[in-house]
């Protein structure tokens, strides 16, 4: 994936922009919100990530995995 690319080579915030984009094409993609998260998370930009957990948990409430990742970001 060109997102994961661009982190590796130290270009996160165009990562972002990468995942964002996708992500906007396929709003309903846990595990693309998923890659979104964690590279929000590992940018510091925990406001977003937090926001973006919370669309996570929205989309499949009973999924335990999803609500721990929302509490970390609390």
Do not use: C, K, T
Not at 52 to 66: G, H, Y
């Amino acid at each position: 994936m060109h997102a994961l690319a661009l982190e590796h080579l130290g270009r996160r915030d165009e990562a972002i922009a990468v995942m964002e984009a996708l992500g906007r094409r396929r709003p309903m993609d846990a595990e693309l919100l998923l890659g979104r998260i964690q590279m929000l998370r590992s940018a510091r930009r925990l406001d977003e990530a937090r926001r973006q957990a919370e669309r996570l948990v929205e989309l499949d409430p009973e999924n335990a995995r999803f609500r721990l990742l929302l509490r970390s970001l609390r």
